[in-house]
Structure formats: C-alpha cells, structure tokens
C-alpha cells in the first residue's frame, strides 16, 4: 500500500503550560466520521482502525514537510488514542518556524490538522452508496505524521493513490454485474 494523507478541519488549539511553554493540542484523525467528497466516494476511519497500527516513530510536521518538523514520539510529541480518535500534543522546538506556526494559529490562519498513514492488507472496506460510494478503512498499518496544516487539497500523489483504489472497487462491482447478467441469460436459455 503506498501513503495516503488525509486532511481535516479539526479544532487545534495552544495552550500554555505553567512555565508558559506553548503546547499545540487537537485530533489528527476522529473515529466514525464521514470525510468531505474525494474523486466519487466518501470515507470514514473505523474505531479500532488504530489498535494494531504502528505508531512508534510518528512526527509532528507543518503541512507534511519533513524539513519542518515540530516533534517526535518519544521527545516531544505524545499521542494517545480515545473515544473521539487520535489526540496529540507537541511542545514545539524553538525554532523560527515553530514561533511563526504558533503565530498563525493564534492569528487563526492555520488550523486544520492531517495525517500521512498507510492501510494495512485488508484493511478497507467498500460499499456502494447513495450519493457516493463509500469507503471504511478498518486497520491502519503505520502512522507517519500528523501535520499541522494549511491547505485542504490532496497532492497528485495522493490522489492517484486514492483513484487506484476506488477504481478497483468500481471495477470489481462491473465485473460483479456483468457475471450476474450472464448468469440470468444462461437461465432465460
């Protein structure tokens, strides 16, 4: 499986420990939530999709840029997972881009949270659906980051990774429909 981002518009907010070092706190991801429209379908995270998952070298980045990082499991990141998803909080570094972040947030320019993840073998499930076909992913095999970010757009990348997929559900559905056409002109002979 090839990584997949997903953004959403969640509240992050920053907080101020007692020594007044600034915490970013929010949800990279909610549990059985319908996301807005991607290319024909709609998908939603499954409670539990993280309970095997790796999330042992997960980073904190601004808008999914690996020269940017903000933390890091196990120094400055913490991730726990409850009822609503998966919650982090980061005691951003000092550095430039970290206080220029925080400056935006405050300002409430940037406020959506994403997260780069790939989907373990079997780990989705595809249902035809009114409007939209619909897409339940169940078992998440790593986490990569969470990312503070600013723009909701997919990346091509991401995109075609996500078209690969939905193109073989519908596919596999046409199949499906062409085998049971045969079927009742087998019957009617």
Not at 41 to 49: D, Q, Y
Not at 79 to 107: C, H, Q, V, W
Not at 156 to 166: C, F, G, H, K, L
Request: net charge negative; glycine share 6%; proline share 2%.
């Amino acid at each position: 499986m090839e990584k997949e981002m997903r953004i959403l518009t969640n509240e992050v907010e920053i907080r101020s420990n007692d020594n007044g070092t600034p915490t970013i706190i929010g949800y990279a991801l909610k549990f059985e939530r319908w996301s807005k429209p991607m290319y024909g379908f709609k998908e939603k995270l499954a409670r539990g999709c993280l309970d095997e998952a790796d999330m042992s070298d997960v980073v904190a980045l601004i808008n999914h840029d690996y020269n940017l990082v903000l933390g890091r499991v196990g120094a400055n990141l913490t991730l726990s997972i409850d009822e609503i998803g998966l919650r982090f909080e980061i005691i951003p570094t000092d550095t430039s881009y970290a206080k220029d972040l925080l400056e935006n947030m405050k300002a409430g320019v940037i406020n959506k949270c994403s997260f780069g993840f790939t989907i373990a073998q079997g780990g989705q499930e595809w249902n035809e659906g009114d409007e939209l076909d619909e897409r339940t992913i169940t078992k998440i095999k790593k986490l990569y980051d969470v990312s503070i970010v600013t723009d909701p757009a997919y990346d091509d990348t991401e995109a075609v990774t996500n078209m690969r997929s939905y193109e073989e559900f519908k596919n596999n559905n046409r199949n499906r429909e062409i085998e049971l056409l045969d079927l009742e002109v087998e019957i009617l002979k």
